[in-house]
């Protein structure tokens, strides 16, 4: 086939163009450090990588979710150990009082202990995350406990509800990391005859000041299943404070596990990507030197 | 005749033949570079010879004609691929934009945004009273539905740019059909008295740039005239007669003789225009429609669900979101119902009126403590029955009316909106178990509002009390609790549910199709940016395979038209020596005259 002159320059910016471009792609690929710079790169790749990438979202959110979840449930541990520690203060106290035949002055002084303790477990009742209370249920904006000395039949209320503040974990878990505050301190109604860690101190206190030995031996028992129910709380928030250690280290692993993933779909081998753009620079150069030398060529040298 | 004399009439025929064989070669080489030229040869033919004294002599050279060196056949094939491929050049530089504007590769990016949203619900349900938390949700609520617009505002800016295109396109072929026609004139005047081999060339240039704007048809007469006719065979040039296009709204009209006019839209394939109308009725089209299913499905959704909670207020007033055309008729009416509906549509013509059910929902009022007022039934709250086929927005606002003590007022607005209010400032109200889906329906409660991806908002009461924005739900006492987060984790969980979106499919001249999908949102939004990659790709791969047949057929076309420099320096030289030689004829026939006068 006849070649023309306008062939021959032509297929000359053809090639080099070519050339070029490949260069400038491989170029493309070692300065960003990716392999997908635009969706017609690879585009099922792009599309696993945004869902890799919303799952990776997620999960970390996820991770966000355990980290305020474990801050409701340590402050609620460390309220209720404290709790415990005053209950069994109390419980002491009236050992104390039953096996011992006290004086009137002694009496008094136990009586004001337990009124401390009162006050103190009432403050840790109400303890709160942030600005909310923990142990008010979802009422988390009312402060659970309220004490009124004054009011003759009903001493201290709850103004909680009955459904703990949980936090998401999972996709399908919703761990509660707040309480049902009758869950600890025990029952509050309408009128003062339930059983609860504020009735029975107070009627304490009385009968300490009565030295009514019968009631205190009854009320050591009731401080007794106090404990056990308190102490039955901070056993489930070991628990779940071990559980959230476990998910969380599931999301570590789940987040190395996708972004590998996502690594070898959307980030260039910077090795390959360099040796790729240093073959790409040399094909362009030989186009270059390739062509120079063509164009040279003419009959017009000769004649 | 004979002796000399025939000899330097020879020798005068040579001269300037060789002269013309190198005129022919010079205006060949200045024209190397020309594009659309067309290489000339001088034919050289012999002249006819004459018998004398029973001999016979040749008497010469002569030169017939100039001919070009031209292979219509190929021509043709060439000028259809090139048709081919410049419309695939404009469909890959209009992917390339979409690509740019779905770009995921940024934190403003339509995924990344989805990331975000669920997130901050997420946050919401960690800490359901913080102010902060339902600043966030709300900000990136409504970045989202930013997103959404600002998407739907760049396909649409892209849909006029094409407008643009195809009406600045029409012009385009109409001054080059104008003058194809008038060199149609040229040439018929020319060619009666010798060949317009220039000016043919010139005629097919100018036929090669109209057939990169729209595939064309074309043949030559004998006469030398040049036919056009469009794809669909309605006449662009016929002889010096031209037919002119217009475009007009979205079609591309072709007039004829007398007022006969004629959409030709769907009958243009090929070019500019073609891959134009192409990307407009069917790329663009897919992707705002399925952008905008997107939204809508989206804005149901989160509503459906927004609406079954409560925020930490309840309302002292609240107006629905979504126009009830007609408040007499019922709300979802067995049958498919039209949107908008016309004057004989019987429905209401809610917008998401076909996702109501039957069902029913609770309304609850409470006084200035907080406390439930009860409205005078056996239970505290107000349940109102939906019957979708025949409950209608009046029956609504009736029982409502009746029903609330006087502590509440229901109404539709003269706009068309439904609308409740607290009777005074004490009282205030809030939903609950809606299973029938009339409040996101109506719009109240919600929070989104619009239709699809043009419109989608935050719900503008959300603005002006973010407390509104439901993470939490009533209970079955009517309490509202400010901790309560289940709410929010039911629309956290939406990004985890499959969720029926529509994907729709465009072909010019045909009426769009859609199928149904079960896909989760953000899937669905990565599907979509993915689709824009696949296209892109393929129309790369297609430009790329056309411009190598392009530039084979090109390559061919060259080797027989186009212009060899060593070919006509090798001519040059030749037509130079036959020049001298013809030369030293004319010194010899002189030298014999010579010799002949000096004869004494």
Redesign the interface.
Known sequence: ???????LY??II?NLNRASTDMIKANEVVSTG?KI????????G??SV??I??SM??ID??G??IT??RLWITVGESSLNQVDEFLYQAKAVCIDIKDEEKTGLARENAADAVDEYLKQILSFANAKV???YIF???????KPFFLDESDPEVKVKYKG?A?P????VG?DT?VAV?RNGEEVFGVFGENWDYDNIFKTLIDVKQHIMDNNKDEIEMSIEKIESHLKAVRSVISDATVKITQFDIKEKIIKDLDFAYDNKRSLLEDADINEAVVKLKIKELAYQSALSASASVMDL???NY? | MSGSGLLLSIAKDALSAQQYGINVTAQNIANVDTPGYTKQTAVFTAKTPVTYGGIVFGVGVTIDEIIQHRDSYLEGRLRDQKTILSGLEEEEACLSFLEGIFNENSDHSLGAQFIDFWNVWHDLSNNPSGELERTMVYETGSLLADNFQSLDESLLRVERDINLSIGAGVDQINRLTSKLASFNQEILNLEATGSANDLKDQRNMILDELSSYIDIKCYQDDNGNLTVLTNGGYTLVDKNNTFLLYSEDKDVMWEGSGDSKVAITDSIRGGKIGSWLDMRDEIIAKYRKDLGELAKSLIWEVNQIHTQGTGKDAFSEVQGKYKIDKPGEAINPPGEAIYPPNEYDMSSGLYFQDSVSDGNFKLWVYDSNGDVVNLGGTEDELVINIDADSTTADDIVEYINTHSGGTINAEITSEGYFSISASNDDYTFAFSEDTSNILAALGINTFFSGTDAGNIEVNSTLFSNKELIAAGRVDSEGNIAAGDNSNAFAIANLQYEGVSVKSSSYERGKDSAYIDTTTTLENYSHSLVGLVGIHSKSVQGQRESNEIIVNQLTEIRNSVSSVSLDEEMTNLIKYQHAYAAAAKLITTADEMLKTLLAIK
């Open positions: 086939m006849k070649i023309s002159t306008k062939t032509d297929n053809t990716k710079n635009r969706a017609s790169d690879d585009p099922m792009l599309m945004l869902d990438r919303s979202a997620n959110q996820l966000r979710n305020a979840g942030g600005d909310s008010a249920g979802t009422k988390t904006d009312t509800n459904n503040f949980s936090v998401k996709i919703d707040g003419s009959i017009m004649l």
